[in-house]
């Protein structure tokens, strides 16, 4: 499947990444730790999936505790980047799926928390893919001279949503946030977006999903099943789903931008598991070199994955200015997206501790 929502040849400004951060919570559950409390084993997990720990709140934080953390050092990384007024953003886009409330949204108070005045503050609901249309929607916006600075955050605690006593995904999902700041700027500037490629199909809404606490549970009458509560993920069909639609979106957008979809210097792929980063890279032609792991220390980070590998790889030097590099995520609804940009020269440091 590729997407079908392109961005046509722009004429007018370009959205400039100038800025990025990430947080984590202090709290580091190990593969042995999970393995105490479930049927599961360090090597199973290792060998399955590649992850080795992942972070998760304590008891009170939620999601918005992380994305202000790590809207904070994409801001502090924009300020060191491109001076003071890259900071003064006018437009906040939030991706997550684990909101601090259903309603209403959790930008609003994460901008507010920022201290970013009345900008518009909005979330995007796209599960794993939901920072790449978070980076769509801002970049767009900006592109369209409806803004000129925007912070996009990707921020999820998967943990208040997984069965506690499922193995299957508690040994692959994490807490975590990452953001990015966009500027306007022009397409030939280092760190200009030079295109997305979104999609969609709801036919896969029964892979990825909780099916209790929304409107159609709670117009029914009396409490959900327990088992509706919580996340539940069908892992072979979508490991299958994840390669296929990363890989065709991926290629879809290298060839629209004009690259050899074998050619980015670095792949940042949605960060689930190390066989399906290694799938995505056959299929595209791509050395291990070329692709980005970040899934071992921090496991599953759904909206916060793309942006806190990117934070890591660049923090690390693994990202180098001039690098030509393609993004792609793959979530529930399922959806699917990616974009491409030329790596800028920024300043960032390592997640901040939650
Ligand atoms: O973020 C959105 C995108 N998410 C993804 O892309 C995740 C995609 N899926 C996957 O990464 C993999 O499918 C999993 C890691 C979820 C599972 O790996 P798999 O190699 O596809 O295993 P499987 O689902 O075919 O299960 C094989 C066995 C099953 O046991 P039986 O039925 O064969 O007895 C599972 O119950 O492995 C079992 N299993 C586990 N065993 C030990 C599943 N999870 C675990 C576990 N520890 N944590």
């Known amino acids: 499947m590729s997407g079908n929502a392109t961005r046509p040849e722009p004429t007018g400004p370009a959205a400039v990444l100038c800025g990025l951060g990430g947080a984590l919570p202090a709290r580091a559950v ?44 994409a801001l502090a990384s924009a300020r060191d980047t491109a001076g003071p007024a890259a900071a003064e953003v006018d437009l906040l886009v939030l991706a997550t799926s684990t909101p601090d409330r259903p309603c209403p949204a959790t930008a609003p108070v994460v901008a507010q928390r920022l201290g970013l005045g009345t900008v518009p503050a909005f979330d995007v609901a796209a599960v794993c893919t939901g920072f790449v249309y978070a980076l769509a929607t801002a970049g767009s916006l900006i592109e369209a001279g409806v803004a000129r600075r925007a912070l996009v955050i990707g921020a999820d605690t998967f943990s208040t949503i997984l069965d506690p006593a499922d193995r299957t995904t508690r040994a692959l999902f994490g807490d975590g946030a990452g953001a990015v700041v966009l500027r306007a700027g022009t397409r030939d500037e280092p760190g200009a977006l030079l295109g997305y490629d979104l999609g969609s199909d709801g036919q896969g809404v029964d892979l990825i999903t909780v099916r209790a606490g929304g409107s159609r549970q709670r117009s029914e009458p009396g409490p959900p099943p327990e088992a509706d509560r919580w996340f539940t993920m069908r892992g072979s069909s979508v490991f299958r789903e994840a390669v296929l639609s990363m890989s065709d979106s991926a290629r879809a957008l290298a060839e629209r931008t004009g690259w050899d979809p074998a050619g980015p210097d670095k792949l940042v792929a949605h960060q689930a598991n190390v066989r399906i980063l290694r799938a995505v890279g056959d299929q595209l032609g791509l050395d291990e070199k070329q692709i980005v792991v970040h899934l071992d220390r921090v496991g599953n980070t759904v909206a916060a994955s793309i942006p806190l590998a990117l934070t890591d790889a660049a923090g690390e030097g693994a990202l180098q ?26 300043v960032t440091g390592p997640p901040g501790t939650v």
């Open 30 to 73: 190990s593969n042995d730790e999970l393995a105490a409390q479930l049927d599961t084993s360090d090597a199973w997990i290792r060998s399955r999936t590649g992850i080795g720990q992942r972070h998760v709140i304590a008891p009170g934080q939620a999601t918005s505790d992380l994305a202000v953390e790590a809207g904070a050092r």
């Open 321 to 346: 200015p001039g690098h030509r590099v393609l993004l792609t995520g793959f979530g529930g609804g399922l959806t699917w997206g990616s974009a491409a940009l030329v790596w800028p020269d920024v």
